[in-house]
T-cell receptor, first 115, second 116 residues
Framework: DGGITQSPKYLFRKEGQNVTLSCEQNLNHDAMYWYRQDPGQGLRLIYYSQIVNDFQKGDIAEGYSVSREKKESFPLTVTSAQKNPTAFYLC??????????????FGPGTRLTVL | AQSVAQPEDQVNVAEGNPLTVKCTYSVSGNPYLFWYVQYPNRGLQFLLKYITGDNLVKGSYGFEAEFNKSQTSFHLKKPSALVSDSALYFCAVRDKGSSNTGKLIFGQGTTLQVKP
């Protein structure tokens, strides 16, 4: 899991609540990513950011929001608009630059459960 | 559209036997291919990647993968499986769209079960 931390490890949300998942990295990586993992579906990209103060929607951004105010931090908010938020959320980062060959390194994940 | 397929949901192998986890891809141009492993309730760990050059790529924990352009495959292999290799394995390809997002496209994963 390297220098990427995610918190909390487990998170429980009530219907209608917004919750924020933390992702911090000390690897001096420019790019950061949020993926959602559901059983049997692999990982799907929610949002990504290639530089501070800039981010773009991924394939399943509806019901989620992010910010990138600092290079080392990329928090993800799961809003009440996300109808099926129960999943395992993974944050990743990649080295400086925008090379397609760069390896993404993943954090340990946060498991979100809606009660 | 670029895609990755892992045709087997689960692979079972006896400890000490060779293992293969299959991956095929569909991309335009030269692919950038990755293998990751995930243990229960953990993040993904990078195993190896193919960018260019030798078709046989060696990675972490004794794993290797063979890039086969004619068969559009990138199968993960290990000569002698360990019980501790039991985990979920993901193949991924880098999205090479014009925006160069660095986005990875993942297969659905293959569970490897190594029995003593």
């Amino acid at each position: 899991d390297g220098g990427i931390t995610q918190s909390p490890k487990y998170l429980f949300r009530k219907e209608g609540q917004n919750v924020t998942l933390s992702c911090e990295q000390n690897l001096n990586h420019d790019a950061m990513y949020w993926y959602r993992q559901d059983p049997g579906q692999g990982l799907r990209l929610i949002y990504y950011s290639q530089i501070v103060n800039d981010f773009q929607k991924g394939d399943i951004a509806e019901g989620y929001s992010v910010s990138r105010e600092k290079k080392e931090s990329f928090p993800l908010t799961v809003t009440s608009a996300q109808k099926n938020p129960t999943a395992f959320y993974l944050c990743a980062s990649a080295p400086p630059g925008r090379k397609s060959t760069d390896t993404q390194y993943f954090g340990p994940g946060t498991r979100l459960t809606v009660l | 559209a670029q895609s990755v397929a892992q045709p087997e949901d689960q692979v079972n192998v006896a400890e000490g036997n060779p293992l293969t986890v299959k991956c095929t891809y569909s991309v335009s141009g030269n692919p950038y291919l990755f293998w990751y492993v995930q243990y229960p309730n953990r993040g993904l760990q990078f195993l190896l990647k193919y960018i260019t050059g030798d078709n046989l790529v060696k990675g972490s924990y004794g794993f290797e993968a063979e890039f086969n352009k004619s068969q559009t495959s990138f199968h993960l292999k290990k000569p002698s499986a360990l019980v501790s290799d039991s985990a979920l394995y993901f193949c991924a390809v880098r999205d090479k769209g014009s925006s160069n997002t660095g986005k990875l496209i993942f297969g659905q994963g293959t569970t490897l079960q190594v029995k003593p």
